[in-house]
């Protein structure tokens, strides 16, 4: 197989793919400004595409700062989700006695809505960063945990059979065989955690903040602001995208071998 | 004729080896596997057999009559219900040092390229040189004509090619025994025979003792120093038949008296014991 006609060939259903995006995005956006144009509604009940991006030029700075503050909460909460998560389901696919009680727990605890335990969390650690992080560690926890030992349970018995037989200590098996198998349900439960994390952030903000696009969104629809509403969505929609990309370019880097990323020509999507 | 029967092997002057004639010995085991839903199936009834060192030994049977499970028994992998295994002397309770396995799926890693994937072994034992074990990896790879693909990822590679990387993998670290499941039996015939050559020769050179498991009879007679022959499940051990053919065997001894003789011999065999259902 030619390595060179292979990169070719996804550089540019790549590029395909994000010019078609960008072309629907554009065409829903002047779709919206014609409609304003047109039915001409109250500024609070639907700003136009053109209102909402001088709003966002008018205050960099603002949107930047309360960005910042909310995107943190999300990736610190993700990030102890992430090594919680992870560690946790290695003992859960390891111990028999973890897992009868603590994956019954994490299997338990995923059915109540976690933004229903954010006042829990503001009562007990304050309106300041701490509760954001811990409603954000704890959305994203449930995704990664469950998916992880997902991952980790789905190791071939052969393979496991063969790095047994070659007498791999149970150490080695973890590191040579079940990761490495897991990797792709880990990363599904790490992009479903990504996005839970900043949901988990934004409704500690609703809840009981003074900064973070949560706050800014609460605020204004006090006041009617409608047009600042859209403008911090807009804000939170591309930071998820961003997020998002990230972590699929990370994939790529880290399970290149994968199914789901050798990017081959030969196989059709059906 | 450069004639080598199993006599001569097992009896090699310059083995260093403690005189352990029967490398693997396998006596009296049976194995009952109990179902999740609380049934158990006995796939093992009162098994012996040995495997002399140096010694080619096949076993067949119909499926489903406990030949992977004797080999998961003696590779350590699974506990007998009953009986007892030793290799090399000692009994079995882990996987032994100096066994190589090759299964019926090549079981190559996808996350490894061709050569990692043959150089797996090493990873799990200290004391190797990564520089000689990936030039015999190197050298494996040539003798078995995949020489050019060391960077390869298994998912370019044909079913074939796949499962001889896994023969390679099983030999990387020189085992004394070479336990093989099925190795061939998702290959078409071609590709089978040349297979067959190529372990015929790798064994002659090695003097390696193997165990290997088959659902064809060509194969086992066409192979084999002895030929153990196991009754449809629970498997038992129906006869032990010594393949006295000359070696090294062409494909073309497949077409002689004797072999046809021994062919037919386990045919009827497993015929009158049941194992073919019409
Ligand atoms: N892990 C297991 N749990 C329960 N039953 C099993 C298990 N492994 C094998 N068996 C049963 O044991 C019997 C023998 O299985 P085994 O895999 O050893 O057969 P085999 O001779 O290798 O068959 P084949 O030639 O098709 O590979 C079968 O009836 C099978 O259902
Ligand atoms: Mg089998």
Redesign the interface.
């Known amino acids: 197989?030619s390595g060179a006609a292979q990169h070719h060939f996804s550089f540019y259903s790549r590029y395909r793919k994000a010019v078609s995006a960008t072309l629907s995005m554009v065409a829903l956006l002047l779709m919206w400004e014609a409609a304003v144009f047109v039915f001409a509604p109250p500024v609070w009940l639907l700003p136009a595409p053109s209102d909402i991006a001088t709003e966002l030029f008018a205050f960099p700075a603002f949107y930047a700062h309360h960005a910042v503050y909310t995107i943190r909460s999300a990736l610190i909460g993700f990030a102890i989700a992430l090594v919680v998560g992870m560690l946790a389901a290695i003992g859960i696919v390891y111990s028999r006695f973890l897992e009868t009680t603590i994956y019954t727990l994490i299997v338990g605890i995923n059915s109540i809505p976690k933004i229903a335990l954010a006042p829990l969390f503001i009562i007990w650690l304050g309106t300041g960063v701490n509760s954001k992080l811990a409603i954000a560690a704890l959305s994203a926890l449930f995704p990664i945990a469950i998916s992880s030992v997902l991952g980790l349970r789905s190791a071939?018995p052969?393979?496991l059979?063969?790095?047994?037989?070659?007498?791999?200590?149970g150490f080695?098996v973890l590191t040579?065989?079940r990761l490495?198998s897991a990797?792709a349900s880990v990363f599904s439960g790490v992009k479903v955690g990504l996005s839970f994390a900043l949901i988990g952030a934004i409704a500690g903000e609703f809840v009981a903040s003074s900064q973070g696009l949560g706050y800014v969104i609460i605020i204004s629809q006090g006041t009617l602001l409608t047009t600042r509403v859209f403008a911090s969505l807009l804000v939170l929609l591309i930071s998820g995208m961003v997020l998002f990309y990230v972590v699929s370019y990370v994939e790529r880097l880290l399970?290149p071998?994968?199914?789901s990323q050798?990017g081959s020509s030969e196989h059709v999507m059906i | 004729m450069a004639q080598k029967t199993s006599s001569q092997r097992g009896l090699h002057p310059a083995s260093d080896r403690p005189i352990t004639r029967d490398y693997v010995c396998v006596s009296d085991v049976s194995k009952t596997y109990q179902t999740p839903r609380n049934e158990t199936i006995e796939a093992l009834s009162h098994v012996s057999l040995t495997l002399t060192t140096g010694e080619f030994l096949s076993v067949v049977g119909p499926s489903g009559c406990g030949k992977s499970t004797l080999l998961?028994c003696i590779?350590?992998?699974s506990a007998p219900t009953s009986g007892l295994i030793t290799v090399n002397g000692r009994p079995v309770k882990?996987?032994p040092?100096k066994?190589g396995?090759v299964?019926q799926?090549d079981?190559l890693?996808?996350?490894l390229n061709i050569v990692d994937n043959v150089l797996?072994?090493i990873?799990?034992?200290r004391g190797h040189n990564p520089e000689t074990a990936r030039q015999s990896a190197m050298r494996l790879l040539d003798t078995i004509g995949l020489a050019g693909f060391e960077h390869n990822?298994p998912?370019?590679l044909s079913g074939g090619m796949r499962q001889r990387v896994a023969i390679c993998r099983s030999l990387l670290l020189e085992p004394d025994l070479l336990l093989m499941d099925e190795p061939f039996g998702a290959l078409d015939a071609l590709t089978r025979d040349e297979l067959n050559l190529v372990l015929q020769r790798i064994w002659l050179r090695d003097e390696k003792s193997v165990l290997f498991i088959t659902h064809s009879i060509q194969e086992a007679v066409f192979l084999s120093d002895r030929v153990v022959v196991m009754s449809p499940g629970p498997g038992r051990i129906l006869e032990m038949l010594e393949i006295d053919l000359p070696r090294p065997r062409e494909l073309e001894i497949r077409e002689t008296p004797e072999f046809g003789r021994y062919s037919s011999h386990i045919r009827a065999l497993l015929e009158r014991h049941g194992a073919f259902r019409r």
Do not use: N
């Open positions: 197989m071939d052969d393979a059979d063969l790095a047994r037989s070659l007498r791999a200590s080695q040579t065989i490495p990797a399970i071998w994968h199914v050798r | 998961k590779a350590g992998l882990e996987p040092p066994m396995i299964f799926r079981i890693l996808d996350w797996l072994p990873r799990y034992t990822h998912w370019e």
